[in-house]
């Protein structure tokens, strides 16, 4: 423990409970803004696949071996309250409580919610936060790297990350035959190391290529997928892009763009870009039964749901959070 710590332990800390609705957020500060679609500067490697000049939609292949267990891992997250840490001559920071859940689904003949985990924290960038020990549950105190709203939140994706990736890891100790692929809702990014996975994202807030090739995104139909290419941003991938079934004729209706390792062979690289292909247009979503539809598929929606009710009541846990500020 470094000093500031220690000093900091030694002084009586107690938290207060912002009275603002959280998804509002706190009553202080300025909101993040940004264009919701802007052009990127990721270094592109366009030919990893196919040269360039002869990108076209690639059609699914229709034989071949297939896993036979696929995994979707997913995680939720809520706020349950917004706080502010303080004390006698202690700084006011302001922190968050919040309930997050991962989940794992298993498909092999079935569909069943293998495994799920529940976790609360007291989010905050104040070294002397301490647990809070609520009538309904514990927010344990977990240091965040700055105190501004992103960094909050950063830091419970973060840990909701490594929720995810404990689920993954536990399951494929216990079935250790590797005969699976694992999806993972999201950028892969801080879980590239586990094999056999993809990481599903679902919204698109960069354009990422350039007009001739984004062009072949648009040509997409139901069940294609463009050629993998490498891209880097603050870190290195594989990447592709497929059109789900269901979604209509806008150029980019049903995208979704999946991702793998930058380390993996080009072999391996071409053979999870077309299991993708074939796995996942089976398993999209219909607009009638979910507003995300059809990127938002069943596995995953279902899960989602489940997860959500996990968490528990906010509005409960918001009133116990509020008792709790208030006890002596």
């Known amino acids: 423990m470094t000093a500031a710590e220690t000093a900091a332990a030694e002084r009586p800390v107690s938290f207060t409970v912002d009275p603002w609705d959280p998804s509002y957020g706190m009553a202080f500060g300025e909101e993040l803004t940004g264009d919701p679609l802007h052009e990127s500067t990721a270094e592109l490697k366009l030919d990893l696949e196919v040269p360039a000049d002869r990108w076209q939609p690639m059609a699914a292949e229709s034989d071949g071996p297939v896993p036979t267990t696929i995994l979707f891992l997913d995680g939720v997250r809520r ?5 502010w840490v303080h004390g006698e001559g202690v700084q006011p920071m302001p922190g968050i409580a919040a309930s997050y859940a991962a989940g794992l689904v298993c498909l092999n003949g079935t569909a069943r919610i293998a495994d799920v985990a529940v976790e609360r924290g007291l989010f905050t960038a104040a070294v002397e936060a301490a647990d809070i020990d609520s009538r309904h549950a514990r927010y344990v105190a977990r240091k965040a790297a700055g105190p501004a709203p992103d960094q909050l939140s950063l830091a419970v994706q973060q840990h909701l990350s490594e929720a995810e990736v404990r689920l993954a890891l536990l399951f494929r100790a216990t079935h250790p035959d590797g005969d699976d692929l694992l999806f993972v809702d999201g950028p892969l990014r801080g879980r590239t190391h ?4 993809i990481g599903y994202v679902k919204t698109h807030h960069t354009t990422y290529l350039p007009p001739e090739q984004a062009a072949v995104v648009g040509a997409l139909q139901p069940g294609e997928r463009t050629p993998a290419f490498t891209m880097g941003t603050s870190w290195r991938r594989n990447s592709w892009y497929l059109r789900l079934p269901g979604a209509g004729d806008a150029p980019w209706a049903g995208v979704v763009r999946l991702e793998c390792s930058a380390d993996l062979p080009l ?16 398993l999209a979503s219909s607009r009638h ?8 598929l069943v596995p995953i929606g279902g899960l989602e749901r489940e997860l959500r009710r996990r968490l528990g009541d906010q509005q409960l846990l918001y009133r116990s959070l509020r008792s709790a500020a208030a006890a002596p």
């Open 79 to 83: 706020i349950d309250a917004r706080v």
């Open 194 to 197: 586990l094999d056999r996975t």
């Open 267 to 282: 072999r391996e690289v071409r053979r999870l870009a077309g299991l993708s292909a074939r796995l996942l247009p089976p």
């Open 289 to 296: 039964k979910d507003p995300r539809a059809p990127q938002n």
